[in-house]
């Protein structure tokens, strides 16, 4: 099969099946239904077999899709733009268009990252007009999960403003509070490379959410889709941490925060809707991201995931950021 499989080839022949010769024996596969190698490492070292990337609407080679995923734009120059990152299910997805046209009029080049954990669906991403790669997990660590798998593969090679966003972002809980928190982020993105992060706390800008270090939690219900509408979300038992509560385990794995004096500071976040620079990020050697990383892939929904939520603005504010000069 060729590196590079162009766009009419891609329009019209959706359908078709390629057939691939990988040491000597023929696998086909299906357009509507591409399986690809889940990832089970945390090594830093960048995975090729797990990545279907779109460009303009077609899909990339090879090459063109490793220069994508180490940061290198088409020009050749390192990625200085906009990465926006995505834990996805099997979410609706139309929004993605939307918000990237408006990431497009800031003028700056861009990448979407989308990291899948259901395995029997694939987006529709044929009339994508941006470049992108599309990645299937193990359903494992939460989104959570999905944004360390992210920052872990691509250490040295982040764009120089990230977002992190659920795949939810039309979710009607709580009177569709992942969408105005998506929309504080992209308001409020010029704040990144100064302040570190960016997200809105709770449900309203400027409420602070007061860090309390005996928080425990041992199941969880989730308020997604039509469960949340219907009042059937089931309730999950948690992998717990260790150690915990969380102001035992944010001490020892975040031992950067000495007494932690940051997070008592900045408060904590929910939602996992955020954004954060490059700088802010790897302000923290990489072991850190893979030691959180092998914590949360113990299990699909680990209480581990719950206490990285909330540590968001603690972990990549600076010292600028309104979050470390509220009260």
Wanted: hydrophobic share 40%.
């Amino acid at each position: 099969m060729p590196d590079h499989i162009y766009c009419p080839m891609v329009k019209n022949f959706l359908a078709i099946f390629f057939s691939v010769l990988i040491s000597g024996v023929l696998v086909t596969l299906n357009f509507a239904s591409i399986e690809h190698p889940v990832e089970n490492s945390t090594s830093p070292t960048p995975h090729n077999g797990a990545v279907l990337a779109v460009h303009g609407g077609c899909f990339l080679g090879l090459e063109e899709r490793n220069k994508l995923m180490t940061g290198a734009l088409e020009n050749g120059s390192n990625h200085d733009g906009i990465d926006l990152v995505v834990a996805y299910f099997n979410e609706d997805l139309h929004w993605l268009n939307e918000v990237v046209q408006d990431l497009q009029r800031l003028d700056r080049a861009m990448r979407v990252f989308v990291y899948s954990k259901h395995h029997d669906t694939l987006p529709d991403y044929v009339n994508l007009t941006f470049p992108g790669t599309f990645t299937r997990l193990k359903n494992v660590g939460r989104e959570g999960g999905s944004y360390m798998h992210h920052i872990i593969h691509n250490y040295g090679a982040l764009g120089s403003c990230t977002i992190f966003a659920q795949a939810a972002i039309s979710s009607s809980a709580y009177g569709g509070l992942k969408r105005r928190k998506l929309n504080y982020v992209l308001k409020n993105l010029h704040r990144c490379a100064q302040e570190g992060v960016v997200g809105m706390a709770s449900e309203r800008p400027g409420e602070k959410i007061v860090f309390d270090p005996n928080f425990e939690l041992t199941n969880f219900q989730g308020t997604t889709g039509d469960n949340y509408a219907h009042g059937k979300a089931p309730t999950n038992d948690l992998n717990l941490a260790d150690p915990r509560p969380m102001g035992e385990w944010y001490s020892t794995w975040l031992a950067f925060d000495e007494n932690s004096v940051r997070i008592r500071q900045t408060g904590l976040i929910y939602n996992s809707i955020f954004a954060a620079s490059r700088k802010a990020i790897e302000q923290h050697p990489i072991k850190t991201f893979m030691d959180i990383q092998r914590q949360l892939l113990a299990a699909d929904n680990t209480e581990v995931g719950h206490f990285l939520e909330r540590a968001y603005l603690a972990m990549f504010a600076t010292n600028k950021s309104e979050y470390m000069t509220q009260k």
